[in-house]
């Protein structure tokens, strides 16, 4: 080796070498700071939700026999009810684990100047061995990017996602209320009654936005009265999840079905279509199910709805309210 290249060799070892001294001396005694997590729980182990956003309370459950999600109602006053999945989807999952922003304090000298006494939110996370978690979120930072929140039994403060924040604070103050399915007001230009051998369609005019019963001769219909069976339509409220399969669609009235409703969608979005069947033994609801239109896969569960709810929508078949 000649003397030029053991030169050139002993000057990159030397600038490595150096390098890592100044990494080693400069970095080994400050830990890498990572996000650190405001508590971790398995998403497959919560049971059960409880919050109170700013006076409201609400809680959710899951059905030890189903594992179906639900809304608790009122002992003696309101029923359960099935949340929509379309919304709760990965809810668990983003309360099984939610990282802080940054710690702030390891104490917290005022915790009502962070809107943390009284808490703004307050969620009680519980899983299925009886334990109990309890963290609280405040007001939002000055810069409106994330929102304060502290663990119950921990002094500390953190800072946690204003957008993660929100998401649970609308648990509490909307609700997924479970739905048959939801859809966009403006991808609906037609909708269209079955029953037995008879076909009611209501089309939209191109310009107007006025809805009408079509026939040989269109008649416009109440706008009002529409607008709010309309609202119906777009997304029909479920009471019950009564299976999560049909066994036999005769016995519900769904083999024929007493009424199907369909209602093509803009945007090559699938038709929603779905079946009205018979009345449930207590009264009070109507089988109902889905046949397409659900975002992910086929829904396959057969539903209860209450008559006061699907017998208005039935009517719009027998009973068209047109414009005097």
Do not use: C
Request: aromatic residues 10%; hydrophobic residues 40%.
């Amino acid at each position: 080796m000649n003397l030029r290249l053991s030169i050139l060799l002993v000057v990159v070892l030397l600038i490595f070498g150096g390098t890592f001294l100044v990494l080693r001396f400069t970095d080994s005694n400050e830990p890498k700071t990572t996000r650190p997590w405001l508590y971790r729980i398995n998403e497959g182990d919560i049971v059960a939700l409880e919050l109170v956003y700013q006076g409201k309370e609400i809680s959710f459950f899951r059905s030890p026999a189903s594992l179906d999600w639900y809304i608790a109602g009122e002992p003696g006053v309101s029923p359960d009810i099935p949340v929509f999945q379309q919304r709760w989807g990965g809810t668990p999952l983003l309360l099984s684990g939610p990282r802080v922003t940054r710690p702030l304090s390891d104490t917290i000298d005022d915790a009502a100047g962070f809107g943390l006494d009284p808490p703004e939110t307050a969620i009680t996370v519980i899983d299925r061995y009886g334990n109990s978690l309890e963290f609280h979120l405040g007001i939002p930072t000055p810069d409106n990017e994330n929102q304060y929140a502290r663990l119950v039994g921990d002094d500390a403060l953190f800072t946690v996602p204003f957008e993660w924040a929100q998401v649970v604070n609308r648990l509490a103050f909307d609700p997924p209320v479970g739905r048959l399915y939801q859809i966009e007001a403006r991808d609906v230009l037609l909708v269209q009654f079955f029953r037995g051998d008879d076909d009611t369609r209501y089309v939209i005019e191109d310009g107007t936005g006025r809805w009408f019963l079509d026939g040989e001769t269109p008649e416009l219909v109440d706008q009002g009265a529409w607008a709010e069976s309309l609202l119906m339509l777009l997304n029909p409220r479920v009471d019950q999840i009564i299976a999560h399969n049909i066994d036999d669609p005769t016995k519900y009235g769904l083999d024929p079905p007493d009424t199907v409703v369909v209602i093509p969608r803009l945007g090559g979005l699938s038709a929603i279509e779905f079946h009205i069947g018979g009345v449930t033994p207590d009264g009070n609801h109507r089988y109902v199910d889905v046949i397409t239109g659900s975002l992910v896969s086929e829904d396959t569960n057969l539903y209860g709805v209450l008559t006061s709810r699907i017998d208005p929508i039935i009517a719009l078949a027998t009973d068209p309210v047109l414009a005097e």
